[in-house]
């Protein structure tokens, strides 16, 4: 069983950056697709970024590139998003979740879901 906690959510003014992470724990996240989603008071929760863990090739949401990019740390389990070039409305909690390896980074069945982390942006 996998299960991951995401952390390095804030309070930011609009231009400001911030990375967060997703830490994994039960398993290693070799065979999978992780991604980071997240959703707006209001509004669906919605793709952002993606990775494949093994081969490293990512997918972005067109809102977010080139501010936004996901890496990993293969010997530490860990995934990251550095979010520059903040705005307010990139406010959202922000999940990282992870699945089994797929093509389509935004599509793929993601079934394993952290708690979250706030991400405010003021103007």
């Known amino acids: 069983q996998v299960q991951l906690v995401e952390s390095g959510g804030g309070l930011v003014q609009a231009g400001d950056s911030l990375r967060l992470s997703c830490a994994a724990s039960?398993?290693?996240?070799?065979?999978?697709?992780m991604g980071w989603f997240r959703q707006a008071p209001g509004k669906e929760r919605e793709f952002v970024a993606g990775?494949?863990?093994?081969?490293?090739?990512?997918g972005y949401a067109d809102s977010v590139k080139g501010r936004f990019t996901i890496s990993r740390d293969n010997a530490k389990n860990t995934m990251y998003l550095q979010m520059n070039s903040l705005k307010p409305e990139d406010t959202a909690v922000y999940y990282c979740?992870?699945?089994?390896?797929?093509?389509?980074?935004?599509?793929?069945?993601?079934?394993?879901w952290g708690q979250g982390t706030q991400v405010t942006v003021s103007s």
């Open positions: 979740a992870g699945g089994l390896a797929q093509f389509n980074l935004a599509t793929a069945r993601y079934d394993i």
């Open positions: 039960g398993r290693t996240l070799s065979g999978r697709v």
């Open positions: 990775i494949n863990w093994n081969v490293g090739r990512t």
